[in-house]
Each structure stands twice: as structure tokens, then as C-alpha cells.
């Protein structure tokens, strides 16, 4: 994804996505520059290649909080507006924080399953992805714009991870 790049949709969605899947373990990136008014942007992972699945780390600057959520929701809800998946992400994926027009890094670790998303520095949330182990990466804007300043993906060799001995001698019980 280039520099620069600016999304823009103000009655709707608008996404781009990377040519290949991420790696199983990757930290990404992602500067944006959000626009006045504009209700959701933010990054996806592990989509699927036209976007429709996968993870979505939105930042809500109307609601101040970022938010994961995975789409499709697929399991149906017990109550009557719960409609073909149509149930809200869960609460406890939710971070207030404040999100105003301007400049917002967010800064992403998933390895393997795990994720730890940062937003400007100061607000995290970690979660597990189960659900989808692959997929592609993207950055997205809904009812507004916003330009991206920053994508940049950088890979994890796991062959490479080796645990010193000190490491596990801090979890050997003394005598």
C-alpha cells in the first residue's frame, strides 16, 4: 500500500488489501490521517481476498473507542433483531480512547492466534483470532475519509526463536 494513499467514502465502504496473505506472525503498522466526520477506519486482518471476511480493527471517532470485530458474524442470536449473523461485536472488544479528526498510528502484533493491537501509544487490546488463521491484510474507511501515511507489514521467522537458557532458568523453582 503507497503512502498517501487516501480512502474515501461518504455514503459507504471503501477498502484495499494486500496482494498476499500475511504471515502466521507479523507486526503491521498503519498511519492514518481521519477526516472531520468520519465514522469508522481502520485496518483488517486475515481477510479474505475480496475483504468480505475476516478481523476489523475500527477506530470510531464518534464514539471514541476502537473496537475487533470479526464479520461475517456467523452464529445467530437468541433475540428477535439478531438477524443471519447480524449480532453486535462483543463488549469486552471494545477500548474507549479518545479519536479525533487528525493523525493516528495503530500498531498491530498477531502471532499466531494472538493479538495486540496499540493505538497512538496509549490504548491497547489484545485478543485471540481463532476463528480465521490466514488471510490478507487491509486498511478501510466507512462513511467518510481518511489518508494512510503508513502500511507496513514486517514478518516473524518462528524457526529462528530460540529460548536461552536464563529464560527458563526465571521459571525454575528454587531450592
Same mark, same amino acid.
Given at each position: 500500500? @503507497?503512502?498517501?494513499?487516501?480512502?474515501?467514502?461518504?455514503?459507504?465502504?471503501?477498502?484495499?488489501?494486500?496482494?498476499? @496473505?500475511?504471515?502466521?506472525?507479523?507486526?503491521?503498522?498503519?498511519?492514518?490521517?481521519?477526516?472531520?466526520?468520519?465514522?469508522?477506519?481502520?485496518?483488517?486482518?486475515?481477510?479474505?481476498?475480496?475483504?468480505?471476511?475476516?478481523?476489523?480493527?475500527?477506530?470510531?471517532?464518534?464514539?471514541?473507542?476502537?473496537?475487533?470485530?470479526r464479520w461475517p458474524r456467523r452464529?445467530?442470536?437468541?433475540?428477535?433483531?439478531?438477524?443471519?449473523?447480524?449480532v453486535p461485536f462483543a463488549v469486552?472488544?471494545?477500548?474507549?480512547?479518545?479519536?479525533?479528526?487528525?493523525?493516528?498510528?495503530?500498531?498491530?502484533?498477531? @502471532?499466531?492466534?494472538?493479538?495486540?493491537?496499540?493505538?497512538?501509544?496509549?490504548?491497547?487490546?489484545?485478543?485471540?483470532?481463532? @476463528?480465521?488463521?490466514?488471510?490478507?491484510?487491509?486498511?478501510?474507511?466507512?462513511?467518510?475519509?481518511?489518508?494512510?501515511?503508513?502500511?507496513?507489514?514486517?514478518s516473524r521467522d518462528h524457526e529462528?526463536?530460540?529460548?536461552?537458557?536464563?529464560?527458563?532458568?526465571?521459571?525454575?523453582?528454587?531450592?
Amino acid at each position: 500500500m @503507497d503512502s498517501g494513499t487516501r480512502l474515501v467514502a461518504h455514503d459507504g465502504y471503501a477498502d484495499i488489501l494486500t496482494a498476499v @496473505d500475511t504471515p502466521v506472525s507479523f507486526r503491521l503498522q498503519a498511519n492514518f490521517e481521519i477526516e472531520e466526520g468520519t465514522r469508522e477506519v481502520g485496518v483488517l486482518l486475515r481477510a479474505s481476498e475480496d475483504g468480505d471476511e475476516g478481523y476489523a480493527l475500527r477506530l470510531e471517532p464518534q464514539r471514541s473507542r476502537l473496537v475487533l470485530d470479526r464479520w461475517p458474524r456467523r452464529v445467530a442470536g437468541t433475540e428477535q433483531w439478531h438477524v443471519a449473523g447480524d449480532v453486535p461485536f462483543a463488549v469486552e472488544l471494545e477500548r474507549p480512547c479518545p479519536i479525533g479528526p487528525g493523525a493516528h498510528e495503530l500498531d498491530i502484533i498477531v @502471532d499466531r492466534d494472538l493479538c495486540v493491537a496499540t493505538l497512538d501509544d496509549a490504548t491497547v487490546l489484545s485478543t485471540r483470532l481463532y @476463528d480465521r488463521l490466514t488471510g490478507r491484510a487491509g486498511a478501510f474507511v466507512g462513511e467518510g475519509a481518511a489518508t494512510i501515511s503508513q502500511f507496513t507489514i514486517a514478518s516473524r521467522d518462528h524457526e529462528k526463536t530460540v529460548v536461552s537458557v536464563d529464560e527458563n532458568r526465571a521459571f525454575t523453582p528454587s531450592v
